[in-house]
């Protein structure tokens, strides 16, 4: 009555359906868990440097240290973390401006208690129109991608960031 190809099929949507149910139930354990953690962002000198070129001006600043703990974010659900510090700040033509500056990926078993001293941005700073010189309100966040195993892709903030001002003038230097 039933034929192999029948029963094959059958075997085949069920172990599927469970396979789905148990990643649901492995998504479901972690999904609401709070996965912020204190942030110490900390500018010890910010030098713009402008390099000319055929887009514009672009700047580089010296960051300083961050120190954070990221162990309490790493659980059975976590493979990796995304960590990315942005810049934002507000200027005449654009309400927000967002420049992400240093990433790094962390992965699980690595080291999660990162002392980041004597860091550099990783990126230039395009400024559109000149809105970074003289700026008095730029505000270093550090947030984090969390990329589960079985789940959503949750965007997190760090709970710590600094908001400092940006000299009038930019070093000046031929190349970076």
């Not at 085949?12 to 204190?38: E, H, N, Q, W, Y």
């Not at 493979?79 to 962390?106: H, M, P, R």
């Amino acid at each position: 009555m039933n034929t192999i190809l029948s029963r094959a099929n059958s075997l085949f949507a069920f172990s599927l359906s469970v396979m789905a149910a148990l990643t649901f139930g492995c998504f479901i354990t972690t999904a609401f868990k709070d996965r912020r953690v204190p942030v110490n962002i900390h500018v010890s000198k910010v030098m713009l440097k402008n390099v000319d070129d055929f887009t514009g001006p672009r700047e580089r600043s010296d960051l300083g240290f961050i120190t954070f703990d990221i162990s309490p974010i790493f659980d059975w659900n976590v493979k990796q973390l995304f960590l990315y510090l942005s810049a934002e700040y507000s200027t005449k033509s654009n309400s927000l401006n967002q420049v992400v500056l240093w990433d790094k990926i962390v992965r699980r078993g690595e080291n999660a208690k990162l002392n980041l001293k004597d860091m550099k941005s990783k990126y230039f700073f395009f400024d559109d129109g000149n809105g970074l010189r003289a700026n008095k309100n730029i505000t270093l966040m550090l947030s984090w991608n969390v990329v589960p195993n079985a789940g959503i892709l949750p965007l997190v903030a760090g709970s710590g960031h600094i908001s400092l001002p940006f000299p009038d003038t930019y070093e000046t230097t031929k190349s970076y």
